[in-house]
């Protein structure tokens, strides 16, 4: 690239680059008075480091010194070696620790690396020679690559002492090998002062290293590279100053500032796919139930639905169970599930359409796509009977045979008549899976949650009412987040109420915090043979949190029961605790206010029958 001749006299722009009339003078290729021949000449000291005229045993001059008792020097030589970036320059020194003991004292070699504007950029450290007893002589030596942006180095030797040493430590004979003797290729010179100006009559004294400025007159150069290239990036498209008129048409154009801007529709395109709601996700391809049959798209493209050999569809409506359309999918053990009203059939899914297979259809059915959750390796459904699994329905083909949700279907059935689906998820931290059926007027949602205890056991039921309706859910984490309406609602187990917004007459509602009451309430039981009285005389308890205790003593009167009265939460310690009744059968009732922290373990009943048994 060839650049126009400095020129006296001229006016020159900020950026202008020109060539010298003279080139500057070639840098030093080994660093001056490296043997302190001249004494201190050329050498900067800091620290506790200083000339000196020792004289080693070999004759050498070290002449770089630090006195016992002084932490840390530095000698650092003044001549500026250039190194080209990615090359590497090796320096050396030695060092003498006269009577020091080993480890007291050391030395070693440094360089020193600077950019632009005599910025240090990096310190590179030879090896530290921290033995030399009895006066010998041992050599440090570094070799350092230039790194980035740097326009030169300088070296140096380092000394070092220990607090409570009171021996001197010599370092001296500093060579250099890898420098450039020459000038940088095709050096040039930038004007880089802030306005224009003129340059001088005279030529200036041009610097040799890269980064380095000169000043002529107005102008103030800096040396560079002449065969790097600068690039200037200018936009091709800025946005105006407003918000443009946009329109609504698909395919539409507007025009804003120096862009013009495409209306783009955001659903899939595709005339095959069926744009309903039930959706899974399963081997790469988007499932969607397409009124009797289950669409899918092209592997790892759901914008494609229509792709030979990669789309498609299954044809559930051909098979057992179909004449009901797909309303609900879930997956079971890495298959996909297709539910009807009927049934639902077990399908073998693969990246490769000829690889999916029927593997099994049973007629047991579920219209609740959103109630569905894949637990460990089970899938929860929600039949018309209850809540099933798919693991126990497929072994026993039929909904009666002890299932996880049977002891709660009176509750569910009575749930499901609310217009509202219900939404069903498994929430991985607490191992459990929650069934919720929200409603409005009033806004409440009635949640079951089915909790693992053990694995390869039975887990329990539990039943939650929230003070509003839950329309989504979603985790994040650990966390189980639940949204009802502009709110959205953190589940934690440390906090005693359900938090709501309520309106207190003022402008802005304001946050409230709704106390959450536990219930905990048996069946009849009829301790033994029925019809037969019983005598209660006393009971215990064994808990946390204060608790009030009610009995029931009539079956047969919808269910009667004792005004409730309060004990403590563990009544064991002491006394049993009085409670005389007579029934042919009991249920007890336990209520927790919520105003603490509360949990039941054990109650224990003492009773006896009024007359023999048979």
Request: hydrophobic share 40%.
């Given at each position: 690239?060839?650049y126009?001749?400095?020129?006296?006299?001229?006016?020159?722009?900020?950026?202008?680059?020109?060539?010298?009339i003279?080139?500057?003078a070639?840098?030093?290729?080994?660093?001056?008075?490296?043997?302190f021949?001249?004494?201190?000449?050329?050498?900067?000291?800091?620290?506790?480091?200083?000339?000196?005229?020792?004289?080693?045993?070999?004759g050498?001059?070290?002449?770089v010194?630090?006195?016992?008792?002084?932490?840390?020097?530095?000698?650092?030589?003044?001549?500026?070696?250039?190194?080209?970036?990615?090359?590497?320059i090796?320096?050396?020194?030695?060092?003498?620790?006269?009577?020091?003991?080993?480890g007291?004292?050391?030395?070693?070699?440094?360089?020193?690396w600077?950019?632009?504007g005599?910025?240090?950029?990096?310190?590179?450290?030879?090896?530290?020679?921290?033995?030399?007893?009895?006066?010998?002589?041992h050599?440090?030596?570094?070799?350092?690559?230039?790194?980035a942006?740097?326009s030169?180095?300088?070296t140096?030797i380092?000394?070092?002492?220990?607090a409570d040493?009171?021996?001197?430590?010599?370092?001296?004979?500093l060579?250099?090998e890898?420098?450039?003797?020459?000038?940088?290729?095709?050096?040039?010179?930038?004007?880089?002062?802030?306005?224009?100006?003129?340059?001088?009559?005279?030529?200036?004294?041009?610097?040799?290293?890269l980064?380095?400025?000169?000043?002529?007159?107005?102008?103030?150069?800096?040396a560079?590279?002449?065969?790097?290239?600068e690039?200037?990036?200018?936009?091709?498209?800025?946005?105006?100053d407003?918000?443009?008129?946009?329109?609504?048409?698909?395919?539409?154009?507007?025009?804003?500032?120096?862009?013009t801007?495409?209306?783009?529709?955001?659903?899939?395109?595709?005339?095959?796919?069926?744009?309903?709601?039930?959706?899974?996700?399963?081997?790469?391809?988007?499932f969607?139930?397409?009124?009797?049959?289950?669409?899918?798209?092209?592997?790892v493209?759901?914008?494609?639905w229509s792709?030979?050999?990669?789309?498609?569809?299954?044809?559930?409506?051909?098979?057992?169970?179909?004449?009901?359309?797909?309303?609900?999918?879930?997956?079971?053990?890495?298959?996909?599930?297709?539910?009807n009203?009927e049934?639902?059939?077990?399908?073998q899914?693969?990246?490769?359409?000829?690889?999916?297979?029927?593997?099994?259809?049973?007629?047991?059915?579920?219209t609740?796509h959103?109630?569905?959750a894949?637990?460990?390796?089970?899938?929860?459904?929600?039949?018309?009977?209850?809540?099933?699994?798919?693991?126990?329905?497929?072994?026993?083909?039929?909904?009666?045979?002890?299932?996880?949700g049977m002891?709660?279907?009176p509750?569910?059935?009575?749930?499901?008549l609310?217009?509202?689906?219900?939404?069903?998820?498994?929430?991985?931290?607490?191992?459990?899976?929650?069934?919720?059926f929200?409603?409005?007027?009033?806004?409440?949602?009635?949640?079951?949650?089915?909790?693992?205890?053990?694995?390869?056991?039975?887990?329990?039921?539990?039943?939650?009412?929230?003070?509003?309706?839950?329309?989504?859910?979603?985790?994040?984490?650990?966390?189980l987040?639940?949204?009802?309406?502009?709110l959205?609602?953190?589940?934690?187990?440390?906090?005693?109420?359900?938090e709501?917004?309520?309106?207190?007459g003022?402008?802005?509602?304001?946050?409230?915090?709704?106390?959450?009451?536990?219930l905990?309430?048996?069946?009849?039981?009829?301790?033994?043979?029925p019809?037969?009285?019983?005598?209660l005389?006393g009971?215990?308890i064994?808990?946390?949190?204060?608790?009030?205790?009610?009995?029931?003593?009539?079956?047969?009167?919808?269910?009667?029961?004792?005004?409730?009265?309060?004990?403590?939460?563990d009544?064991?310690?002491?006394?049993?605790?009085?409670?005389?009744?007579?029934a042919?059968?009991?249920?007890?009732e336990?209520r927790?206010?919520?105003?603490?922290?509360?949990?039941?373990?054990?109650?224990?009943?003492?009773?006896?029958?009024?007359?023999?048994?048979?």
């Open positions: 690239m060839a126009p001749t400095w020129q006296p006299g001229t006016l020159y722009q900020p950026g202008d680059i020109v060539v010298p003279t080139m500057p070639p840098t030093s290729a080994v660093v001056v008075n490296g043997e021949t001249d004494g201190a000449n050329g050498w900067d000291f800091s620290g506790g480091a200083f000339y000196s005229g020792h004289v080693s045993k070999g050498w001059r070290t002449c010194e630090l006195p016992g008792n002084v932490a840390e020097g530095l000698a650092l030589n003044d001549t500026q070696l250039v190194v080209p970036v990615g090359k590497k090796t320096a050396a020194c030695l060092i003498e620790q006269g009577a020091s003991i080993a007291a004292t050391r030395g070693w070699v440094e360089v020193h600077f950019g632009a005599d910025t240090l950029l990096r310190v590179d450290k030879g090896n530290p020679v921290d033995d030399g007893s009895g006066g010998a002589v050599r440090s030596t570094c070799v350092s690559t230039a790194p942006g740097a030169y180095c300088r140096g380092a000394l070092w002492s220990v040493h009171n021996h001197s430590v010599w370092g001296g004979n060579w250099v890898g420098a450039f003797s020459g000038l940088p290729a095709d050096l040039a010179y930038k004007a880089v002062q802030a306005e224009s100006g003129f340059s001088d009559s005279n030529e200036p004294a041009w610097p040799p290293l980064g380095q400025t000169v000043v002529d007159n107005e102008v103030t150069w800096e560079i590279s002449a065969t790097r290239v690039w200037k990036a200018e936009p091709l498209y800025v946005a105006g407003t918000e443009p008129e946009w329109v609504e048409d698909i395919g539409g154009l507007v025009k804003d500032g120096t862009a801007l495409r209306t783009i529709s955001r659903r899939v395109e595709d005339p095959k796919c069926p744009n309903t709601k039930i959706v899974a996700i399963v081997a790469s391809k988007v969607c139930a397409d009124d009797d049959i289950v669409s899918y798209s092209a592997t493209n759901p914008l494609d792709t030979t050999d990669d789309a498609g569809y299954l044809p559930t409506g051909l098979q057992n169970y179909g004449s009901n359309p797909v309303a609900a999918m879930g997956l079971y053990r890495g298959n996909l599930i297709p539910f009203a049934a639902f059939q077990l399908w899914v693969d990246e490769d359409p000829a690889s999916m297979a029927l593997l099994d259809a049973l007629p047991m059915g579920s609740q959103h109630a569905m894949a637990v460990s390796n089970d899938l929860f459904f929600l039949a018309s009977q209850g809540v099933r699994t798919v693991g126990i329905a497929a072994s026993s083909t039929n909904f009666q045979a002890g299932d996880v002891p709660i279907d509750l569910v059935q009575a749930a499901m609310g217009a509202i689906p219900p939404l069903g998820l498994y929430f991985p931290a607490a191992g459990q899976y929650w069934l919720m929200p409603q409005h007027e009033p806004d409440r949602t009635e949640v079951f949650v089915y909790t693992m205890t053990r694995i390869g056991q039975v887990g329990a039921w539990s039943r939650y009412v929230f003070p509003f309706a839950v329309e989504d859910w979603a985790i994040a984490g650990d966390a987040y639940l949204r009802s309406g502009d959205v609602h953190r589940v934690d187990d440390s906090v005693l109420g359900d709501i917004l309520a309106d207190m003022g402008e802005l509602p304001v946050r409230d915090v709704l106390p959450f009451p536990g905990i309430r048996w069946p009849w039981l009829d301790f033994g043979q019809g037969v009285t019983k005598l005389y009971f215990d064994v808990g946390t949190g204060a608790v009030s205790v009610s009995f029931g003593i009539d079956q047969t009167n919808g269910g009667l029961f004792t005004p409730g009265f309060v004990v403590p939460a009544t064991v310690p002491g006394m049993v605790i009085p409670m005389p009744l007579a042919p059968s009991l249920a007890v336990l927790y206010d919520g105003s603490e922290r509360w949990q039941w373990n054990a109650i224990q009943l003492y009773l006896q029958d009024s007359r023999p048994m048979a």
